[in-house]
């Protein structure tokens, strides 16, 4: 059995890197056809501006001093030489409006674009705001929102700029670069990330299969830091919402568990129950329901076997700003001769044969696995079976990445840190 590696930070920085995946901010996505105003963070606290952020060519230009000052640095205005200079601490720095250059710490450096006045405030390129700042410039393309990690604020989390751009670079979805050009339902051109198209467009008439998203927890008190939604659509108009009871999709038989009717009419997916979610196709043809974004669950090749050490990070509350925080981790080890071992797991419904109760406390054991359509089997040496949806996430390059793996509602991925 694995033993839990120490992390710095620990929940705060599990909480920054699910921060990076999910986005903090819009705990619901943006609608990718209706644009809204970039919006602009400073670590936990919004900026409010007079003049909304522009997008220039791919180049995003934001109001300085209400940015700035957020960030304790002293602005001085030269009004006849229209110039700017700014200092805090060791930290200084001069620029000229419609220059493209700009002094930094007495070394000159080049702009995206010039300094620019709007309705008497002055917005500089975002890049800029980083160097001259020292912080994290962090883009959330698919909520149209800009965080700026202070040095202080990183320093918090134990974490270097180097550290939270790794994070970044490992776990995707936002960039430290400038916004794309191609923004959510700007209708320009350009190679953005912020929705990707599907092989095929969702059909709401057509629904089939198991489809799942994730939304971010941030105190940790509902799903350990990330939910895991589950939706499975049936023949007939029924679905199973939340996992299935005893695997993945093809396991469901709605003699032995719930099955609800359900209807979709304007945008609305109802219940027989009457409870109803927000449902909708995207104009590039992704399924959100209230606001998240689901994927097709696909299944899982025969014969798959697993290799390597997983690992499970989990949280309650913040560390660093929460005194009641805790965070764990839940290891499994997997072998291609289909035997396990698990330290501190806690995957939830525990198979005795009878009938199926809950898990509450960690397991550490071992035994065999095997994997089936999209179901895990895990079968301890002290008799006890448990079964669970599995499936495998995708990589950058779309194709099923076996390092990162769900079972149940949690996210395993082998830890090569």
């Not at 599990?14 to 995946?21: C, E, G, H, S, W």
């Not at 179901?375 to 990589?395: C, N, Q, Y």
């Amino acid at each position: 059995m694995k033993a839990a590696k120490p992390k710095i930070g620990a929940g705060l920085l599990l909480f920054f890197a699910l921060l990076l995946t999910a986005g903090f901010w819009g705990l619901k996505q943006a609608n990718a056809d209706a644009p809204a105003p970039i919006k602009v963070a400073v670590d936990t606290e919004w900026v409010t501006f007079s003049v909304n952020p522009l997008l220039d060519g791919g180049t995003t230009l934001v109001q300085m001093r209400p940015l700035f000052e957020k960030m304790g640095i002293t602005l001085n205005w030269d009004q006849r030489n229209q110039t700017i200079t700014g200092q805090k601490g060791a930290m200084s720095f001069t620029l000229k409006v419609d220059s493209s250059k700009a002094v930094l710490n007495g070394k000159e450096i080049k702009l995206d674009k010039p300094a620019r006045i709007i309705q008497g405030n002055t917005l500089v390129p975002l890049r800029f705001v980083g160097e001259a700042t020292g912080g994290l410039v962090v883009w959330d393309p698919k909520n149209r929102e800009i965080t700026v990690f202070s040095e202080q604020m990183l320093s918090r989390l134990g974490l270097t700029k180097e550290q939270a751009a790794e994070i970044l670079a490992k776990n995707g979805g936002m960039t430290t670069a400038n916004p794309p050009k191609d923004l959510p339902g700007t209708g320009q051109s350009g190679s953005g990330d912020e929705e990707t198209a599907p092989s095929e467009p969702v059909k709401l008439d057509k629904l089939q299969g198991m489809y799942v998203g994730m939304r971010l927890d941030p105190g940790g008190y509902e799903c350990g830091g990330a939910c895991w939604d589950y939706y499975t659509f049936l023949p007939g108009q029924k679905i199973v919402v939340g996992e299935p009871v005893s695997g993945g999709p093809e396991t469901i038989d709605c003699s032995k568990q719930a099955c609800s009717a359900y209807s979709i009419n304007n945008n609305r997916l109802t219940f027989s129950d009457g409870k109803s979610y927000s449902i909708r196709v995207s104009s590039k043809g992704n399924l959100f329901v209230e606001d998240v974004q689901l994927e097709p669950v696909k299944p899982v090749a025969a014969n798959f076997k697993l290799n390597g050490s997983y690992v499970y990070r989990g949280y309650s509350g913040m560390a660093g700003a929460n005194s009641a925080s805790s965070a764990w981790e839940e290891w499994i080890t997997f072998q291609t001769d289909g035997t396990f071992k698990s330290d501190n797991l806690t995957l939830g419904s525990v198979d005795t044969g009878s009938g199926t109760t809950n898990s509450s406390a960690g397991v550490s054991g071992a035994g065999t696995y095997a994997i089936t359509g999209n179901t895990i089997t895990l079968k301890f040496s002290d008799g006890k079976t448990e079964r669970f949806v599995f499936f495998v996430h995708p990589g950058k390059d779309g194709k099923p990445n076996p390092q990162n793996i769900q079972i149940g509602d949690r996210n395993f991925y082998v830890d090569n840190g």
